[in-house]
Every structure is written in C-alpha cells, then in structure tokens.
C-alpha cells in the first residue's frame, strides 16, 4: 500500500521539528488530540493524504453522512447520523425522508421515560418502577451498558439500570437476585427479536415475574425495542410499548436510536439529548474539515500507518477515567465487528492486513497489569490515551485541599505517554547491577484524547469520533464496514447441535467427543 520507509524516533521526530505539537494537534468540538507522538514525519502524512484522496475519503462520508447506501452487501445505508441530527433538521436514508419516523420515535421514548420517572407508568401492583433491566447482546447491550457508567454523574435519583448480556444462567440470576419483581421493568432490546440469547434470558425473565405476579403481570413489566411487531406481540407485550428502529441501524452504531431507551431511562431524555448533540456536532465537524485537519481522518490513517507500514497487530485503547471503564469493550466491537474483514467489496481477498486487535482497560489500573509489555516487551503496542482535566462531576471533589488524586490520574496518563514515546536509555541510568534491564526503548507510538470533562455532550463525541475513524479505515482497506457476516456461522452451526439428539454425529471427532463430554457429564457420569 505504502513506498515509504519507516520514520525516525519519535526522538527525533522532536527534535527536527519544533512546530510538531502545534502541526499534529487538532481539536474537533470539544476534542483535544495529540498525535505528535506517532512514528509519522512530514513524508509519511503526505503520502497517507494521497491515499485518502485515492480513496475518495471525503466522498464516502458525504454518501455516509447524507444517507446513501454504503452497506453494498446487503444494500442498504448506515442511517445512524440520521438518528442524531436535530429534529428541525431534514433526514434522509436512501433518498427516504425519514424525518418524522426519528423523531416519533424519540418523542415516544420522553414520553414513556417521563411516566417511569413520574410514577404514571407503574408496575402491575401498582408500584413505581424503580429497576431497569435491559436484555440484549452486542450491540443492543455494549453501547447503552458502556454509557450507562460513563455518565454516572448523570444518572436520574430513584431508578437504577442493570445491563444483562450473556446466556450463562449466572449473568441473569446475579442481576435479579436482590430485585423485587413488582419493582423491576424489562426492555427486552433485539432487532429482530429471534436474538437467540436475548430472547432465551427474556422467557427466563418472563417466567421470574410470572412467578411472584402472576401470568398477567408481563405486560407491565416488559418493553420492547425490535422491528419486528409480531414476534413481540406472541411475546405478551403491546403494540404501543415497542419502541422500532430500522433495518439501515447497524447494531453497533444504534446507541442513539431505540436501542438507548434503557439509558433514556437511567440518565434523563436530557443528557440522552446532549449525547445525541454531540454525536451530531462530530459528525458536521468530521463533513466540513479538510483531511490534513480533520482529527477523524488523521486517527485513520495514522491507524493504518501502524498496521499496514509497522507491521503492529493491536491497539489499546486506555482512558484514565474509571466511568469510560466499558468503553474499551464498545470499541472492540465497533472496530473489530466492522473492520474484521477478509474480503473487499469488490470480492477480491484484501492483500494487505485490514481492522487491529483492539483491547484495552481503564488508567491506572492497566499501569499495574499490561503496561510492563506495552513498555518494555517485544511487540509494539500503539495506545490511545484518553483523559480529562476535571473529576466527571462536582461529587468527587471531596472538599479536602490535599485531595490530590484526579491530578495524579492525569499525571499518570501524561507520563504513561512520555515513557512509550521518548524511553530511557543505558547512558541515562545510574550504575549498577541489571541496569539493563532498566532501560526503555521508547519510540512506541500512541494519541492522547482529552476533554475538560467527561459531559454526555463529550461522550457522544467519542464515540462519532470512533466511528468515523472505524469508516475511513474501511473505505481505504476498500471493504464493507457495515456487515458481519462473520458472527453468523457459529451461532448456525449452535442451532444445528441443538437441533437434535442425533445433530452431533455427523459433525467433527472434537465436536463430537465434547459433545459425548457434555451430555454424560450432565447425566451425572464421566461422560465416557
């Protein structure tokens, strides 16, 4: 993909150019990041430019953003933009003008959030509702579940929001086991509403309320956000309680549709509202700024410097900020799902690695795990820092002068950064025993992203800003960020072992062996 040989240090990079923080530093809305300590000189950005302008990266967003079809395998657009724009604003998906279906929507999600919170829609006893359970996977859980912590500090007095993803009976049990069933409201959140493991922890759900309530008690304990009207009806729930969204709503970018009416309800339509703002202020940003200045475009490319010139697999994504702790987990699936690829649009196998591993944990946590090989070991590890000036709330300042502790935090993640960038060499410690093993290579690229404060505004940034780093990437690696075929063929081979008995023995010696495993051992035998 690249002529172009691998930059100085970043040492030197520094050093031959005292204009590199001003040139590599870009703000969009209210996004500060710092790119100066990736491994790219002047050379390297030129010719990363010319291949976004081969890609005609600017006009995929345009055909992104105004709603074209840009899913090509299956036809459809990526209307999520549309989800956040203004409602005096026109939208359009796939020259549809869907103006008023967002907008319905989203007044029907206030208007059931303000009856929640009112004490107008109450349990089938009578009694407030005063627990949220949001039931869904992927998608329909990651982002509201990640959000949810995120904007702690917003979070509505009196209601309190549990997120349940997993099929093992141990992830659903662990979140009712203290909850009263005439108190606790379900929003069962499935697409298609046939979500193998959200509809099977749902009929458990249903048959917890049935229990202590009574059979008629599940329409006033469950809600629904699907499309598909009449699997949510057989379910026992009514037409006027499911929330819809639509086929061009990806499920890792519907945080801002239907999907977020868990986190309507935990946080208040308002900050729901100012997320969604700020979501769309990135989106207008990352449409009308020039590629060498736009902080979207540039993250992209420096991306694929890393993978495609460097050679380096992975990416950490490391906030110190304890309430973004989910939003490494967001951004595996965003990145991973969409970018994951072998094959281009075109049919053709990609000659070139496309989407990095992403992986990552909160600051200062992840200092005294993993930090040890991102420093020191013998793969590079790109990072993303991302940090705040102020506590996420007035809350945490405790009132003590010598409280101390979000300076430190910040501190840390400004030292982390150093250390990965400039090192420590031999000449630079002190004799003695093993100094070897003190010395720091440095030259190990990352960003830092920060912000005054962790606002639901800003949130909403983060996430466009990802998301349209994820879609630069796809358009020049020339596939399809929008499908996933790849997490279908498992759950398809799931279906077909669970079929039948018999299901098992045409299947692989391992699958067969471990299935003979598992049935003998469930019978209480060896399995022999």
């Known amino acids: ?54 890609a005609r990266v600017e006009a995929a967003i345009e055909r992104l953003l105004d709603g074209s079809i840009v899913n090509l395998t299956e036809q459809r657009a990526a209307g999520h933009a549309s989800l956040r724009r203004p409602e005096h604003l026109r939208s359009s998906v796939n020259g549809v003008d869907v103006t008023a279906d967002v907008n319905e929507v989203l007044e029907r999600m206030r208007s059931f959030v303000a009856d929640v919170h009112s004490g107008r829609r109450v349990g089938s006893t009578g009694r407030r509702l005063t627990t ?8 329909s859980d990651l982002g509201p579940a990640m959000a949810y912590e995120a904007l702690r500090s917003c979070r509505v007095a009196g209601v309190e929001c ?36 959200t509809l099977a922890n749902a009929r458990a759900a249903r048959e917890w309320v049935i229990a202590a309530l009574g059979e008629r008690a599940t329409a006033a304990h469950f809600v629904a956000v699907s499309t598909n009207l009449e699997a949510v009806r057989a379910f026992g729930i009514a037409d006027d309680e499911m929330f819809p969204f639509w086929d061009w709503v990806g499920g890792r970018y519907s945080l801002s549709s239907a999907i977020g009416l868990s986190l ?7 900050a729901f509202d100012q997320m969604r703002a700020g979501m769309h202020a990135i989106d207008e940003a990352v449409r009308s700024t020039p590629a060498s200045a736009n902080a979207a475009v540039m993250m992209a490319l420096i991306g694929i410097w890393n993978r495609n010139v460097l050679g380096l697999p992975t ?15 967001y951004l595996q699936q965003l990145d991973m799902e969409s970018n994951g690829k072998t094959v281009r649009v075109d049919g053709t196998r990609a000659p070139y690695e496309t989407g990095p591993i992403v992986w990552g944990e909160p600051g200062t946590n992840s200092q005294h795990a993993f930090m040890q090989l991102v420093h020191q070991g013998t793969t590079v590890v790109p990072v993303d820092f991302i940090g705040f000036a102020e506590p996420s709330s007035a809350a945490e300042n405790t009132g003590d002068p010598d409280d101390s502790r979000h300076r430190t935090l910040f501190l840390n993640m400004l030292a982390q950064s150093r250390a990965l960038a400039f090192g420590r060499s031999l000449n630079e410690i002190s004799d003695g025993p093993f100094a070897e093993h003190r010395v720091f290579d440095g030259a190990r690229p990352s960003t830092v992203i920060v912000a ?77």
Request: hydrophobic content about 45%; overall charge negative; cysteine-free.
């Open 132 to 139: 949220v359970v949001n039931l869904g996977i992927g998608g």
């Open 1 to 54: 993909m690249f002529a172009v040989e691998r930059s100085r240090s970043i040492a030197e990079l520094f050093a031959s150019d005292s204009d590199r923080v001003d040139n590599l530093t870009l703000r969009m809305g209210d996004l500060v990041v710092d790119l100066s300590k990736n491994l790219v000189d002047d050379r390297a950005i030129a010719a990363l430019l010319r291949v976004a302008s081969e």
């Open 315 to 329: 990416k950490a994504v490391l906030p110190y900020s304890h309430d973004l702790r989910r939003f490494p987990a």
């Open 452 to 528: 005054r404060r962790l606002t639901p505004s800003v949130l909403g940034q983060l996430v466009a800003l990802y998301e349209h780093v994820v879609h630069v990437q796809g358009v020049i690696w020339g596939i399809n960020s929008f499908d996933q075929f790849g997490v279908e063929l498992g759950k398809e081979m799931a279906v077909q072992l669970a079929s039948s008995d018999d299901a098992h023995r045409g299947s692989d010696p391992s699958t067969h062996s471990l299935l003979r495993w598992f049935h003998g051992s469930a019978l209480g035998s060896d399995g022999g």
């Open 162 to 197: 549990r997120f349940v993803s997993n099929v093992d009976p141990a992830d659903l049990a662990s979140n009712l086991v203290d909850l009263d069933p005439a108190e606790t409201l379900f929003v069962v959140a499935s697409k298609t509403f046939t979500t193998a493991e």
């Open 264 to 270: 309507m309800l935990g946080i208040g339509a308002d």
